[in-house]
């Protein structure tokens, strides 16, 4: 198998990946602020962390992958200001905040299942880990930090290199960071938050620093060492997190381990730093104070099956950035009912073997793209060819669909046409009904019985159901 080169966001190049311990890749993925449903462009960093992880067990490595749940501590402004957003929430619906975590931590996870995404070694709440970040915090304050009124801040003069995963070495590339009168240096941040005299919040724990809650930075510096061990293989995020959030977890890595600088990767507590680009929406319905933002049951209330984004985003590289519209969400379904279409007479296939002579060059192409730093798009188009061979042994087939698709993760050989017909949430017609009708027209059509049939077609377009009368994919109905 090719080697695995993967892009180092600290030190922007293509590297070699060698794993910490040998046999083994350990990798902690930053995971959703529990406030709201996720968008499909939050989801997108799980579908590109799924995606590697897969490509790291068909490596052959162990793979312990770490999500984090935040349910404490993230600000409404990702530069560390504003109020804490599973507060507010809880604020402005009534419910607890207890209440309110656990609702959109099912809701998350339910769009992983959904996506095909591999559940993780560890799901690890924020919550859970209080008492290690306060220990945390504890050791590394009397060198890196001071207190003020509001809190316990880092100050990140007292680390080498910091702001290099960002490139933001100066006081202006930190200009969205808050101002607070005594910080030391206009990019310090608070570690510990103290809830102000005369508040009271529904999350907060007493501290050395007083009573109050942990900053969103430190949360994920104690789980990743905590689960993982410092340094371990590649921490994953966002790109947006790239500016502000994974420099400060770096130093906070840094402080704790009392390492140098970043010229040494594994000092900022992980190897490899991977982030994913953003999915760009033009329409604005990426907020969530869009009202109806585009979150993944939006998607399949419109008919559209769940992979049919994952496919989606797997058509660009995960560091490109990705642009959804319907029409490309609509044309990424068709390629998935292709490639299904292909895979149905493989499902029943026996036992074979992938290494048959017709696929060695296909399967050479698919695992050099992989290695490559998870190039998808080519990978995509390898398993397409693949798919697209005749005259060969059905088992020998399924074994290479099957070892592509373990790394891609579409699920080509379980899906049928039925799980991609998805009724959308407005339709007024039951799958079983369709299918009494069609079935009815064909027997109507069967006896050039032309006016009962194209009856049954008016009837059924009143539905909402489209006819795919002549569809070079075979399709009979669509909603």
Not at 219 to 228: D, N, R, T, Y
Not at 300 to 311: E, I, N, W
Not at 315 to 327: G, I, K, N, T
Not at 431 to 438: H, M, Q, T, V
Request: proline fraction near 4%; glycine fraction near 8%.
């Amino acid at each position: 198998m090719a080697e695995l080169r993967l892009f180092n966001s600290l030190t922007r190049q293509l590297e070699r990946f060698d794993p910490v311990h040998p046999g083994e890749a350990r990798v902690y993925t930053c995971g959703p602020t529990v406030y709201n449903y996720p968008h499909i462009g939050n989801m997108r960093a799980y579908v590109f962390a799924d995606v590697l992880g897969r490509t790291l067990s068909a490596h052959g490595l162990k793979l312990t992958h770490v999500i984090n749940i935040t349910d404490v501590g993230h600000l409404t402004d990702e530069a560390d200001a504003g109020e804490d957003k599973l507060e507010k929430a809880a604020a402005k619906s009534g419910e607890t905040i207890w209440d309110i975590a656990r609702h959109y931590t099912e809701a998350f996870r339910d769009d992983v299942r959904a996506l095909n995404i591999r559940q993780p070694a560890h799901w690890s709440v924020a919550t859970d880990y209080i008492d290690d970040m306060i220990a945390f915090a504890g050791e590394i304050a009397e060198a890196h930090c001071y207190q003020l009124d509001s809190g316990l801040y880092f100050d990140v003069s007292s680390v080498q290199d910091y702001g290099r995963l960002a490139r933001a070495v100066t006081e202006e590339g930190e200009g969205r960071i808050e101002t607070v009168d005594g910080k030391r240096n206009a990019a310090d941040f608070a570690i510990w938050r103290t809830t102000p005299p005369g508040e009271t919040r529904q999350m907060e724990w007493d501290s050395p620093w007083g009573r109050g809650a942990p900053g969103w930075h430190l949360e994920c510096s104690v789980m990743g060492e905590k689960l993982l061990g410092f340094p371990f293989d590649i921490h994953t995020g966002g790109i947006d997190h790239r500016e502000i959030h994974h420099p400060n977890e770096i130093a906070q890595n840094q402080a704790f381990c009392g390492c140098g600088g970043l010229s040494d990767a594994a000092n900022s507590g992980a190897r490899i730093w991977m982030h994913n680009n953003f999915l760009v929406e033009r329409t604005g319905k990426m907020s969530k104070s869009a009202g109806e933002f585009l979150r993944l049951q939006l998607l399949v209330d419109r008919g559209y099956h769940p992979l049919a984004y994952r496919l989606m985003c797997l058509q660009a590289h995960y560091r490109s950035e990705l642009e959804f519209a319907w029409d490309g969400l609509g044309a990424a379904l068709t390629r998935l009912k292709r490639m299904v279409m292909q895979a149905e007479g493989l499902q029943a296939a026996g036992p074979g073997d992938a290494d048959h002579p017709k696929f060695a060059a296909l399967i050479e192409r698919f695992d050099a793209a992989m290695a490559d730093d998870l190039n998808t798009p080519v990978a995509l188009t390898a398993l397409e060819e693949a798919l697209a061979i005749r005259k060969v042994d059905a088992g020998a087939k399924r074994a290479v669909v099957e070892r592509m698709d373990a790394v891609l993760g579409l699920n080509l050989l379980t899906l049928s046409r039925a799980d991609l017909r998805v009724r959308p949430g407005n339709a007024v017609i039951e799958p079983n009904e369709i299918e009494d009708a069609l079935a009815r027209r064909n027997a109507a059509r069967a006896e050039k019985d032309f006016a009962t049939s194209d009856a049954i077609r008016d009837e059924l377009a009143a539905r909402g159901v489209e006819v795919m009368d002549g569809d070079p994919l075979g399709w009979e109905w669509k909603l």
